[in-house]
T-cell receptor
Framework: GAVVSQHPSRVICKSGTSVKIECRSL??????MFWYRQFPKQSLMLMAT?????????EQGVEKDKFLINHASLTLSTLTVTSAHPEDSSFYIC?????????????FGEGSRLTVL | QQQVKQSPQSLIVQKGGISIINCAYE??????FPWYQQFPGKGPALLIA???DVSEKKEGRFTISFNKSAKQFSLHIMDSQPGDSATYFC??????????WGAGTKLIIKP
């Protein structure tokens, strides 16, 4: 199946700093990528949907100025957590939809564990 | 209407047994029902999926049973193995290609 690479897998940062997480589709083009946040023992919570070359669509309650999403190419989307605080500590997961693929064909990255001290 | 209800929350099965996880939905516009498997510290991986025009789909030891009239679908894992221990999520796609997730089931297979 298609591979989605997410980097870094783990990151620890100080409060007030910004952290960038990359999501790459390695062997396919992804017109749409999704960013999720997952708390321990909970399901994935969709944060935003990003389409290549356009602004991301954020879910209700997600601060777009805090979670900056850039989908500059068909194979790369980035999530930047700006001025991170301890409450932003979480597991962030991206997924990508294959361009022209069947409805529902989503492939997930391995996730990025963010710890804000 | 947008919910997908998943049960049980956790499940313990003996090695070699059958693991069964159930999901129910309300929105008849859902047209694709995937199951994802997630190991601790990893992203979810697509396990198996079904469309509502099919009542059953089998891939190896994994089977989805789909009951369109009851708006229910379930995952059966035959001959469950310790390596199957993970959290399983059912999901449904709506017409806007939004993935609606179930709450997840933590499955533990006892050796």
């Amino acid at each position: 199946g298609a591979v989605v690479s997410q980097h870094p897998s783990r990151v620890i940062c100080k409060s007030g700093t910004s952290v960038k997480i990359e999501c790459r589709s390695l062997d396919f083009q992804a017109t749409t990528m999704f960013w999720y946040r997952q708390f321990p023992k909970q399901s994935l919570m969709l944060m935003a949907t990003s389409n290549e070359g356009s602004k991301a669509t954020y879910e209700q309650g997600v601060e777009k100025d805090k979670f900056l999403i850039n989908h500059a190419s068909l194979t790369l989307s980035t999530l930047t957590v700006t001025s991170a605080h301890p409450e932003d500590s979480s597991f962030y997961i991206c997924s990508a939809r294959v361009a022209g693929g069947l409805t529902g064909e989503l492939f997930f990255g391995e996730g990025s564990r963010l710890t804000v001290l | 209407q947008q919910q997908v209800k998943q049960s049980p929350q956790s499940l313990i099965v003996q090695k070699g047994g059958i693991s069964i996880i159930n999901c129910a939905y309300e929105n008849t516009a859902f047209d694709y029902f995937p199951w994802y498997q997630q190991f601790p510290g990893k992203g979810p991986a697509l396990l198996i999926a079904i469309r509502p025009d099919v009542s059953e789909k089998k891939e190896g030891r994994f089977t989805i049973s789909f009951n369109k009239s009851a708006k229910q679908f379930s995952l059966h894992i035959m001959d469950s193995q310790p390596g199957d221990s993970a959290t399983y999520f059912c999901a449904a796609f709506d017409s806007n290609y939004q993935l609606i997730w179930g709450a997840g089931t933590k499955l533990i297979i006892k050796p």
